[in-house]
T-cell receptor, first 111, second 115 residues
Framework: GENVEQHPSTLSVQEGDSAVIKCTYS??????FPWYKQELGKRPQLIID?????GEKKDQRIAVTLNKTAKHFSLHITETQPEDSAVYFC??????????FGTGTSLTVIP | ETGVTQTPRHLVMGMTNKKSLKCEQH?????MYWYKQSAKKPLELMFV???????ENNSVPSRFSPECPNSSHLFLHLHTLQPEDSALYLC??????????????FGEGSRLTVL
């Protein structure tokens, strides 16, 4: 089955700096890669996603890149703000209802 | 109320108790899921239901028993649990094929503690 690895497990950045979280996957059939944000005590929520026919996608301060050859994808947050502090999860899916999640990255943005 | 709601939010039970977690979605989705979230581990898929039919069961112990009476409601019946079952149990819903439509909608979770 699919194996998704996520790094780093914790990340602290100064407000205004950029944050990058990286994930790798093992199954070349995976074709959909969402990112979820989970604030403390709250539910995970989708923030951005990318499909295998696209190399990069951007939505305001967040962007995701995908390298299918190397089987890795990354989340980039620019101009970080304290409200970006949360746990971020990457996931991979090869269609259907089976999502494989990473172990999460706890991001702290220091004011 | 909209979205995905879970009850109870917190549950403490002994190993011999029987309890149930409830999930309800008001989004008109056809697929519902149970995930287990433990510290420093990936979200673990437990069960998936499509149109009330169970389509995934990821080798979950029989002490966890799901029930999906209709496409809006999902239950997780708990019986003779172990302390290592203590975790946050998240319910989610999506259109039939989430990877095509793009999103899992999660509930806020039920925090379970087994003594």
């Amino acid at each position: 089955g699919e194996n998704v690895e996520q790094h780093p497990s914790t990340l602290s950045v100064q407000e205004g700096d950029s944050a990058v979280i990286k994930c790798t996957y093992s199954d070349s059939a995976s074709n959909y890669f969402p990112w979820y944000k989970q604030e403390l005590g709250k539910r995970p929520q989708l923030i951005i996603d990318i499909r295998s026919n696209v190399g990069e996608k951007k939505d305001q301060r967040i962007a995701v890149t995908l390298n299918k050859t190397a089987k890795h994808f990354s989340l980039h947050i620019t101009e970080t703000q304290p409200e970006d502090s949360a746990v971020y999860f990457c996931a991979a899916s090869n269609s259907g209802n089976q999502f494989y999640f990473g172990t999460g990255t706890s991001l702290t943005v220091i004011p | 109320e909209t979205g995905v709601t879970q009850t109870p939010r917190h549950l403490v039970m002994g190993m011999t108790n029987k309890k149930s977690l409830k999930c309800e979605q008001h989004l008109g989705h056809n697929a519902m899921y149970w995930y287990k979230q433990s510290a420093k581990k990936p979200l673990e898929l437990m069960f998936v239901y499509n149109f009330k039919e169970q389509t995934e069961n990821n080798s979950v112990p029989s002490r966890f028993s799901p029930e999906c009476p209709n496409s809006s409601h999902l239950f997780l019946h708990l019986h003779t649990l172990q302390p290592e079952d203590s975790a946050l149990y998240l319910c989610a819903s999506s259109q039939e094929r989430a990877a095509n439509t793009g999103e899992l909608f999660f509930g806020e979770g039920s925090r379970l503690t087994v003594l």
